[in-house]
């Protein structure tokens, strides 16, 4: 699973590292899950979500809304939080700014992962969500999916057990979407008065003396 993880970061930090703005969410089902540090972005607020709780730099019930104003953050990075219900995707939107990037990670249900998940989620309530289904929810929100893109291994085996294998046949998924914002209004340009040029030259028939 570390391996995954790490797949996942290498596959979605080079838009992580162009976004830009003054808050960011980190929302994350490991415990000890840290944001990354892009240059152009300011204020992080990491969450983590467990047993139905919001818990880091802010404590709250999962099954209530997020307690964030909407579209306070310009960049959320959930990291396979939606396999832990009832977190809700609809407030992820809602919290997300116009222009704002979502950048989404899970296990596929339709890899060779799903044995091994559902052995090590047996007993729980997670649930490995469709990255097909999630882009065509996003699709009706008016967020704007930009890529899917399969990483990891084909089998959760470590990376010299598996032999290196290309990352579209990975159990794990990275979605980048952006939201849709308002339509920029034309700017409209207000006239510059423009002062009228001072003729330098001498008056018909006078002529330059020059001082010796």
Not at 88 to 105: C, I, Q, Y
Not at 141 to 160: I, N
Not at 180 to 189: C, E
Request: aromatic letters at 6%; proline letters at 10%.
């Amino acid at each position: 699973m570390r391996s995954l993880l790490a797949d996942e970061t290498m596959a979605y930090m080079p838009d992580v590292r162009r976004c830009a703005g003054s808050r960011a969410l980190l929302l994350s089902a490991a415990p000890d899950d840290q944001p990354p540090n892009p240059p152009y972005l300011g204020q992080w607020v990491t969450l983590h979500l467990a047993e139905g709780r919001l818990r880091g730099d802010v404590c709250a019930n999962a099954e209530e809304p997020l307690p964030f104003m909407d579209e306070t953050f310009d960049l959320i990075l959930l990291r396979h939080a939606l396999e832990l219900p009832p977190l809700s995707l609809d407030e992820v939107v809602r919290v997300l700014a116009p222009g704002g990037m979502l950048v989404l990670t899970g296990v596929n249900p339709l890899s060779g992962w799903t044995p091994w998940w559902l052995w090590r989620t047996r007993g729980s309530a997670t649930q490995a969500r469709s990255p097909i289904q999630l882009a065509a929810r996003l699709r009706r929100a008016e967020v704007q999916v930009e890529r899917v893109q399969r990483v990891g291994q084909v089998l959760p085996l470590s990376s010299t057990a598996s032999g290196g294998a290309p990352g579209w046949l990975g159990g794990g998924y990275v979605l980048i979407a952006r939201k849709r914002g308002p339509a920029n209004a034309p700017t409209r340009l207000r006239p510059k008065p423009v002062t009228a040029p001072v003729r330098a030259g001498l008056a018909p028939g006078a002529r330059r003396s020059s001082v010796s």
